[in-house]
């Protein structure tokens, strides 16, 4: 803890500071919660380019801090380690050049032990700028500490989706913690129909958002009806048992190569043990829940679901305002939930400036929103007008979907 902590009462701090540096002890805390599990060996591995190592993600969101919040900071700060800047800044390129992002997993040294006290200094660093920060400078650190904070959040949630992908390569199926449950899904019968109406979306007044949320916006949706539960295993073993896989008909052209070029017959990280089906999950290999909801299927095994089934994803306007009248059940906690919507600009959104501003915006292109959370996300992380995103064939993410479908045809003639 920085000398200034020390001597002075946290009650002294104010309540505004106060709250921001229990929110950075919870979160900092929270990401080696989730990595104690892990041996250094498990903390090494990189799977595949679009996962990172377990240490990387330790590093990188120290870095974050580093580099956005203390460095600009504090005057005479001196970086912990020159070359970690090099090792662990991800995509900005602002930032200066950065090591290759499938190659992560080359990186031995640093060690964990490093990476920890590498974690204790910037942490200390960050303490010591809560405590000591002039009031004139302080509405611009909080800002930067709260997009930190929730940057770590995103990470604490890669975490346990990379780890459950290196495990999958693992023909002994390891398990991330042997207790762990999957969280219960609340079905609901049916589906809730939005008339056609004018709503407004996007996020707005207070409280923390990405800028990819913003700005709020008026949008014209419906007549739709939206499932108000998510597709289960057991109707996706339907699908499965009724060729869908097999069948070309049913599937983006995309989506047929990407199931052809990568053998897609089932869910990722499904099984078939003794003529029945099983999972990897964070706790060992299970049984497929048939009543669960469906995880870890890409856009493109959704969108033939949904063909299949003979309706379609709902578009994230849809899905958002069907979930801001609280009408989705399990729309939050369990699986994120694919949206037929492409990822891109609000009305009048605007990167801000500097290398943060390469947060979101640059990514606006190629990959499709995903609503919700899932059971990976921190609690605190999840909100109604979170934008999550990824490109049309991931599948190890905890995603899933529900169902929608128009009841009128659409035609201005
Ligand atoms: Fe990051």
């Given at each position: ?267 990722g ?26 995880t870890h299927i890409s856009y493109?095994?959704a ?32 699986v994120w939930q694919w ?31 995903l609503?919700?959370?899932s ?15 990824f490109?049309?064939?991931a599948r190890w993410q905890f995603t899933g979907l ?12």
């Amino acid at each position: 803890m920085p000398a200034a902590l020390k001597e002075a009462p946290s009650d002294l701090l104010g309540p505004e500071r106060q709250r921001r540096l229990e929110a950075f002890r919870r979160v900092r805390a929270e990401t080696e919660r989730r990595a104690a599990p892990l041996s250094p060996e498990d903390q090494a591995i990189q799977s595949m380019p679009d996962a990172s190592p377990i240490k990387w993600h330790r590093a990188h969101t120290t870095w974050f801090f580093e580099t956005f919040l203390v460095q600009p900071n504090v005057r005479g700060y001196t970086v912990y380690d020159e070359r970690f800047a090099f090792l662990f800044n991800s995509y900005y390129v602002a930032a200066g050049p950065r090591h290759a992002r499938p190659k992560r997993g080359l990186i031995t040294r640093p060690n964990g032990a490093e990476v920890a006290d590498y974690r204790a200094h910037v942490d200390a660093a960050v303490e010591n700028l809560i405590a000591e920060a002039s009031s004139a400078a302080w509405p611009g650190i909080a800002r930067i500490l709260d997009i930190g904070l929730n940057h770590e959040e995103q990470h604490q949630e890669l975490m346990l989706t990379d780890i459950l992908h290196a495990f999958a390569q693992n023909p002994t199926n390891p398990a991330y913690d042997t207790n762990w449950q999957p969280p219960k899904a609340n079905p609901k019968d049916g589906y809730v129909e939005l008339p056609e109406g004018i709503h407004a979306i996007g996020h707005q007044g207070e409280g923390y958002c990405f800028d990819n949320e913003g700005p709020s916006h008026r949008v014209l949706v419906g007549p739709v009806k939206i499932a108000r539960s998510l597709v289960t295993n057991a109707e996706w073993l339907g699908f499965m048992n009724d060729g869908g896989y097999a069948n070309p008909m049913l599937w983006l052209s995309d989506g047929w190569a990407a199931s052809q070029a990568e053998g897609w017959q089932a869910p990722g990280y499904w099984q078939e043990r003794d003529g029945a089906w099983h999972q990897l999950t964070l706790a060992h290999l299970k049984p497929i829940d048939p009543a669960a909801p469906v995880t870890h299927i890409s856009y493109y095994e959704a969108d033939a679901f949904a063909r299949w089934a003979g309706k379609h994803l709902p578009t994230e306007q849809e899905w958002e305002v069907a979930a801001r009248q609280g009408a989705l059940s399990d729309a939050f906690g369990i699986v994120w939930q694919w949206t037929r919507s492409a990822y891109s600009p609000y009305p009048g959104f605007v990167a801000c400036d500097g290398a943060l501003g390469e947060y979101n915006g640059k990514f606006m292109v190629n990959q499709m929103v995903l609503r919700g959370s899932s059971l990976a996300t921190p609690a605190g992380h999840s909100r109604v007008t979170y934008r999550n995103f990824f490109y049309p064939g991931a599948r190890w993410q905890f995603t899933g979907l529900r169902l929608a479908y128009y009841a009128e045809r659409f035609s201005l003639t």
